[in-house]
């Protein structure tokens, strides 16, 4: 947990526990929250709110790898609870017996590797958002990344990403905003929630692309606008970036471009530079920018990354001056409301925020 967090009151740290829960937070980090709501221990009170309020809200909802998850998880907990010799409830050692009786199918474990997890950002605990209602949010997400399945991963500048949303909704208030590398689709989601006049998501990757539809279906956000063109509000793209043209580009014309962990591999970095340079550029589909527009009303990127190699990103940074775009950190400047404070694997510290502009010379 962050440090300087304050303490957890009795109800908030069984809510984080069941947000840890929900989210499918790796065992240790689980087990560490079920000792902090009992105050040090895995209390029988503990146990049975696992059972109780947690379980049960998955039962149901998930696949076999969410199965295999809690399997796991109550087999974790009775270990950790006959470890200091406390008392471990009936009904937990009922509930891993039934679990073990589950036979899990192979075949569906491996051809699909989904689970579903579900994100609560705790806006009625945030600073400034005191009076808001948490937004919770299901997700198909994959568990094999080693198996090139990355685009179906939840990545930690994602949840930064949309946590940065979340904290600054007057930034995306009533804005066109254009999302590359869209993922989960979870930063869509968020936009949505503060008030994005329009999301268009886009990726790459069709499977991705498909697990992204799912994903806005699942939250039941794939109704059309009021608007008179009737235009869904959230639409999902397919969006190659080598082959994406700059007519193509130019004729989307948002207002904010978003992005997470997008700089990563540096022979995709030319065409990511392409691409920013195309959405980010002052001559729109209809012509050149009008000379009484202000700079700052003027198209600006927010791009979330984890810098994993620092010659990938410094190549990034030199390709975007020579597009005349600036790349601005300003990670310190407009830090996000810690909105995922029970997401104890989610490490928010090696998260840069970036925003990119078009340079203007006067």
């Excluded at 040090?40 to 076999?64: A, H, N, R, W």
């Excluded at 009904?91 to 474990?109: C, G, N, R, V, W």
């Excluded at 990545?155 to 869209?182: A, D, H, N, T």
């Excluded at 008179?228 to 989307?252: G, T």
């Amino acid at each position: 947990m962050d440090a300087g967090a304050e303490p957890c009151s009795d109800v908030t740290s069984f809510l984080y526990l069941k947000s840890a829960f929900l989210a499918m937070e790796p065992a240790h980090f689980l087990i560490s929250l079920a000792r902090q709501a009992g105050g040090g221990s895995i209390t029988t009170k503990v146990q049975t709110f696992i059972l109780e309020d947690c379980i049960k809200d998955i039962v149901g909802k998930g696949t076999e790898l969410n199965r295999k998850y809690i399997k796991n998880i109550l087999q974790k907990l009775i270990v950790a609870v006959e470890s200091t010799s406390d008392i471990v409830v009936e009904d937990l050692y009922e509930k891993f017996a039934y679990y073990l009786t589950i036979q899990l199918d192979d075949q569906l474990l491996e051809e699909n590797n989904r689970i579903y997890k579900q994100i609560t950002f705790l806006l009625s605990l945030g600073q400034k958002c005191s009076s808001a209602m948490d937004l919770i949010v299901p997700l198909q997400c994959s568990v094999n990344m080693l198996e090139g399945d990355t685009g179906c991963a939840l990545w930690p500048s994602s949840l930064f990403l949309s946590e940065f949303i979340l904290s600054y909704q007057e930034v995306f208030s009533k804005k066109f905003c254009f999302e590359i590398g869209s993922g989960v689709g979870l930063v869509g989601i968020a936009l949505l929630h503060v008030g994005a006049s329009r999301v268009v998501l886009t990726d790459g990757d069709i499977s991705t692309l498909a697990n992204m539809k799912s994903n806005i279906e699942l939250n039941h956000l794939d109704l059309p606008s009021e608007r008179a063109s009737a235009k869904p509000m959230v639409e999902c793209k397919y969006l190659p970036w080598e082959s994406a043209s700059k007519r193509e580009l130019q004729d989307y014309g948002p207002e904010i471009i978003l992005g997470a962990d997008v700089i990563y591999d540096p022979h995709c970095i030319p065409h990511l530079v392409r691409v920013l340079s195309a959405l980010l550029s002052p001559t729109s589909s209809v012509g050149k920018r009008p000379q009484n527009k202000e700079e700052d009303e003027a198209p600006v990127a927010y791009i979330a990354t984890v810098i994993r190699n620092q010659k990938t990103f410094d190549y990034f940074v030199r390709l975007a001056a020579e597009c005349s775009l600036s790349v601005l950190d300003i990670t310190e400047m407009m830090k996000p409301i810690i909105l995922l404070p029970y997401m104890l694997s989610y490490d928010r510290s090696s998260v840069h925020l970036l925003k990119v502009s078009f340079l203007f010379c006067n």
